[in-house]
């Protein structure tokens, strides 16, 4: 049988069945290169975590803003950073010392009181305990009258001549090698007439104590170097022990020293100031170094109202050394709230134990500076401590750094903008863009200042005293919100205009860098020529700030010049790409629009963008660069920042009571540090989400009604009011006045109206205002002081006899004239008397107040010498300080002396005193021959600062009065919000005035 051969007909393709076919497997080869191309799980959590996203980067700026302060607490609190000692032997010296600190604050003891002779003779015994049994050791007491000297002040704000008689209790710990120069460590063991001297200086006189007990405790060995203490009186008033002690012959062997000081009332004890770099450095040693030499530029610059004796042993002395001291809280500063409830041993310990360590390291051995006169060496320092570590170096180092970063920094920035606009072609900014940030910056500050001094301090002058951590935080918040709203206002606004291809965040991040740039190249002039009065050794840390900023701008921009041309490359649609931000979302308007929108994959940094072609603005990116721009620059920025404006305004901020100059101030320091701490943020602030910008509103809302509303005073925030009771006597009347100074005078006038005393007086509260936003409020008082034990009026209180008037004779018309007097002043130790022409001589008018003075010769007599005749020849005194054969104290001034301060051991001792002067010639117009010889007129003033109570003195009369009535009434019924100090050198002051 045969095959058979089917007849049926082959089908020809269908073209619609094979387009179906193929648009199936097109479809599921899609499918399948979309599956191959899905990240797996641990890609898409580390883009979610770490892409360019809102919840992302606003995590992180809260984190670093938390992270800024909390830090800065902890480096800055005592608590935290100061561990109580350990060790038998230096538990055992902190309690010494915290129990000899008990001793020195039971009373106050300023120079003019019987306390002080109480502290003195407490020390003087503790000294001779401590080093009677220690053979290198030996002690020795200028109360001998061994140590009287007159100088001229010029180191404080006024320009006297003073003659003081010292008693410096002072020890000397012999060392081994005697070749070695010594170091000298100096507190003051006096108070203010209104202080109990716990921090001003008790601290420093008890750590001396402590050191001095290690020393010549039996299991010390005798140090290589020479140590000299110098418990010195009568700081507070001149600066005196300090320069009594130059003139001893100890004083010969130092050339280091250590000044314990406090300008404030307790918390940590900070580096204030040294003499060099080369001493500064050796402040390393000490276990719990705190320091910021910003502290420095403000002292050097005169932004703080008092003077310690390092000025002395700096200035006079040319020593080199360091000024370690307490600085806050000022309002309680020589006030009775330096006491020993408002301190603790562990501000003890962190003064005692730095005392320690530094006298330890410099007198082990000998040290770098020992027979070193480099220049080098004694340039001046920029320092700080962070977390007990200690960094120090030469302004001349920071000069040849900054100007390094000054030279590279925008040769670098400018090349790498050259290939990334020029040869790449991947980049393209237009005024717009550039513009921006300036404006938003500048308006913003400028909106911040004016709500701060137009709207908030008027309302509330003080706030600052209280409030000022709301206040910087509100004002950080309304600072950041402003740019927030303005950049984001700008992009849309000026949408229709961003058609160009760049990275807006760093375009800001350049501008910033440039805006630094200039901060540091300004600073580096100023550094270059640092003097005292125009310091700058507290900007080192600026060029960490500017090389963090360049460092991120350096990194955008190198990731922008691997980034290939996308000019070149048309689009689908056929337009071109011309905007592709780096790190922006879907499009340059939407700049952190959405919180889902990351960046494209032509970012330079792109997990994969060599592989993706960018002709739209439409993909995903998942860039990096970012997170390591905002970890460079923002953290370390935001904690220098914040640390070093918030220590300083914590330093300050309390003067604000003090000054108009300082509360203006106070005040523009405050702008410029939330300014400068909210720069590293603004790059970013495009990024931010909602919820932080609701709890930046929330800060700034909440912290201004607070600012605004809470009363700038109350127990921790005291208003500081100056107390001075004056009795003038005249020929005929005796004026019984009481000043109180201070500056807010609505608040100020409430309080004294209320005093009984002052309400049942006819006399009404005069206000006189004084210069610099100070005011004075003086009444006549019926309450009349009790310093005096005995006598009967206060007329006594002070007496003059002449012994020598030559201008009442016709002698020597032309020539010096001479004057004798014998000032009595019973119970007593501080006399002024200033010098001028009489009040009818034209010449001293108040056009001229600053005339100088005829007196050119002030001499003091020796009351332990049986005669007093001296060789008054001006041609026989030489210019300055000198004695005679007898021993008198002679000051010769051509250029004439205003002022003579007295002070003295001997309570019942008077001043025996004469000086010359010129003459004041008035002519006749009657008589051209007949000549008139002015009288001189001399001021005399004394004080006395004793308080509490007293007893009447005569024999079988047991009544006690309080010494000062006045002072306690204005304790016992003032609000307690007010603390109380002394206007002058004591609490009351006996005038009388006469011509000679």
């Given at each position: ?5 089917s ?23 899609g ?61 055992a ?124 405790s ?31 012959p ?141 960094f ?16 590279v ?10 290939v990334?606009?020029?040869?790449k ?19 913003s ?9 137009v ?9 600052a ?18 740019n ?11 949408k ?9 965040k ?32 507290g ?17 955008g ?38 919180d889902?929108?990351s ?52 330093g ?17 320091f ?55 009771q ?17 500056r807010l ?83 007593n ?168």
């Amino acid at each position: 049988m045969a095959n058979s051969i089917s007849s049926e007909p082959v089908r020809a393709p269908s073209p619609q069945r094979d387009g179906l076919v193929v648009r199936k497997v097109s479809r599921a080869l899609g499918l399948l290169s979309q599956l191959a191309k899905k990240p797996n799980w641990f890609v898409r959590l580390f883009r979610a975590v770490f892409g360019y996203r809102k919840t992302t980067l606003t995590f992180l700026v809260l984190v670093t803003l938390l992270s800024t302060v909390l830090v800065s607490y902890f480096d800055n609190s005592l608590e935290y950073s100061v561990d109580m000692p350990r060790s038998e032997r230096e538990k055992a010296t902190l309690d010494y010392s915290w129990s000899v600190l008990q001793e020195i604050g039971r009373n106050e003891h300023t120079y003019t009181s019987k306390h002080n002779d109480e502290v003195h003779d407490y020390l003087e015994l503790q000294i001779k305990s401590l080093v009677k049994a220690v053979p290198y050791a030996e002690y020795d007491n200028d109360l001998n009258y061994t140590n009287n000297l007159m100088f001229q002040v010029k180191y404080l704000s006024y320009d006297s001549v003073s003659y003081y008689e010292s008693n410096n209790l002072l020890v000397r710990v012999n060392g081994l090698d005697s070749t070695l120069p010594a170091l000298l460590l100096s507190s003051h063991f006096d108070s203010v007439p209104t202080s109990y001297g716990i921090t001003d200086d008790g601290m420093g006189v008890a750590s001396m104590m402590g050191v001095l007990r290690q020393l010549c405790s039996k299991d010390s060995k005798q140090p290589r170097r020479t140590i000299i203490f110098n418990f010195n009186n009568n700081e507070e008033f001149g600066l005196y022990g300090a320069k009594a002690f130059l003139s001893h012959p100890w004083a010969k062997q130092v050339k280091y020293f250590l000044n314990l000081e406090g300008t404030g009332a307790g918390g940590k004890a900070v580096l204030f100031r040294g003499t060099d770099y080369g001493i500064v450095n050796h402040f390393s040693s000490v276990r719990y170094p705190y320091a910021n030499s910003f502290f420095q530029q403000g002292f050097n610059n005169h932004l703080i109202a008092s003077e310690t004796d390092y000025a002395v042993y700096k200035d006079i002395g040319n020593l080199r050394g360091l000024d370690l001291a307490f600085f806050k809280p000022r309002d309680i500063y020589h006030t009775a709230g330096d006491s020993i409830k408002n301190t603790n041993a562990r501000s003890l310990w962190h003064m005692l134990s730095s005392t320690l360590d530094f006298t330890k390291h410099i007198s082990a051995a000998k040290i770098d500076l020992d027979g070193e006169d480099s220049d080098a060496s004694k340039d001046f320092a920029s320092y700080f401590s962070f977390m007990n570590l200690f960094f120090s170096v030469p302004i001349s180092q920071v000069v040849i750094i900054n100007i390094v970063f000054l030279v590279v920094v925008p040769i670098v920035i400018l090349f790498l903008l050259t290939v990334v606009v020029h040869y790449k072609k991947g980049w393209d900014v237009n005024l717009l863009n550039v513009v921006k940030f300036p404006l938003s910056f500048l308006i913003s500050l400028t909106l911040l200042s004016f709500g701060t001094d137009v709207v908030l301090v008027p309302f509330n002058p003080f706030v600052a005293n209280n409030s000022v951590e709301m206040l910087i935080l509100a004002l950080f918040s309304v600072f950041m919100l402003l740019n927030y709203c303005f950049l984001n206002l700008f992009n849309l606004v000026f949408k229709p205009f961003k058609g160009h291809q760049h990275d807006e965040k760093l375009v800001l991040l350049l501008e910033s860098t440039l805006l630094s740039w200039i901060v540091v190249l300004w600073s580096t002039v100023k550094l270059a020529h640092n003097r005292i009065g125009d310091d700058h050794t507290g900007e080192g840390l600026l060029v960490i700030l500017f090389g963090a900023q360049a460092v991120a701008s350096i990194f955008g921009l190198i990731g922008w010049s691997f980034q290939r041309s996308k000019r070149s490359k048309p689009s689908r649609s056929g337009n071109n790409a011309d905007y592709l931000p780096l790190l922006g979302s879907s499009s340059s308007a939407q700049y952190g629009a959405h919180d889902n929108t990351s960046i494209e994959d032509c970012s330079s940094l792109s997990l994969h963008s060599d592989d993706v072609e960018c002709p739209t603005a439409h993909k995903k990116s998942f860039s990096y660069d970012w997170l390591i721009q905002f970890i460079v620059m923002v953290p370390a920025s935001s904690f220098i920042i914040f640390n070093w404006g918030y220590l300083s305004i914590d330093g300050i901020h309390k003067s604000i009571q003090e000054s108009s100059r300082m509360q203006g101030l106070i005040y523009k320091f405050i702008q410029l540090f939330v300014a400068a701490w909210a720069l590293p943020f603004i790059p970013f602030v495009f990024k931010l989400n909602r919820s932080i910008v609701f709890i930046f509103i929330a800060l700034a809302i909440s912290g201004l009604l607070i600012v605004g509303t809470k009363t700038p005073f109350d127990t921790s925030n005291p208003l500081k009011l100056r107390f001075l009771q004056t009795i003038e006597i005249g020929s005929n009347s005796v004026q019984n006045l009481i000043t109180v100074s201070g500056r807010l005078s609505d608040l100020t006038k409430e309080i004294l109206s209320d005093i009984p005393s002052i309400k049942k007086s006819e006399h009404k509260v005069k206000e006189q205002e004084v210069g610099d936003g100070m005011l004075i409020y003086s009444w006549n008082s019926t309450l009349t002081p009790h310093v005096v034990p005995g006598v009967d009026s206060v007329k006594d209180y002070l007496q003059v006899e002449v012994l020598k008037n030559s201008s009442s004779s016709s002698d020597a018309p032309f020539g010096l004239l001479t004057g004798e007097l014998r000032i009595t002043a019973p119970k007593n130790r501080n006399c002024k008397l200033a010098f001028k022409n009489s009040h009818n001589s034209v010449k001293i008018s108040s056009e001229n107040p600053e005339e100088n003075s005829p007196v050119r010769t002030a001499i003091v007599y020796n009351s332990k010498k049986p005669t007093n005749e001296t060789y008054m020849s001006s041609g026989g005194i030489p210019e300055g300080f000198s004695k005679d054969h007898n021993g008198n104290y002679l000051f010769k001034s051509s250029k004439g002396i205003r002022e003579l301060q007295l002070n003295k051991l001997d309570w019942d001792a008077p001043y025996h005193l004469s000086m010359q002067w010129v003459p004041e010639i008035v002519e006749s117009s009657t008589a051209l021959s007949r000549i008139n010889v002015l009288k001189l007129g001399i001021n005399i003033e004394c004080y006395w600062s004793e308080l509490g109570s007293v007893s009447d003195g005569k024999k079988n009369d047991f009544s006690v009065f309080e010494t000062v009535p006045a002072y306690e009434e204005l304790l016992h019924y003032s609000p307690n919000f007010v603390s109380w100090s002394n206007r002058d050198r004591g609490v009351v002051s006996v005038k009388r005035y006469i011509e000679i």
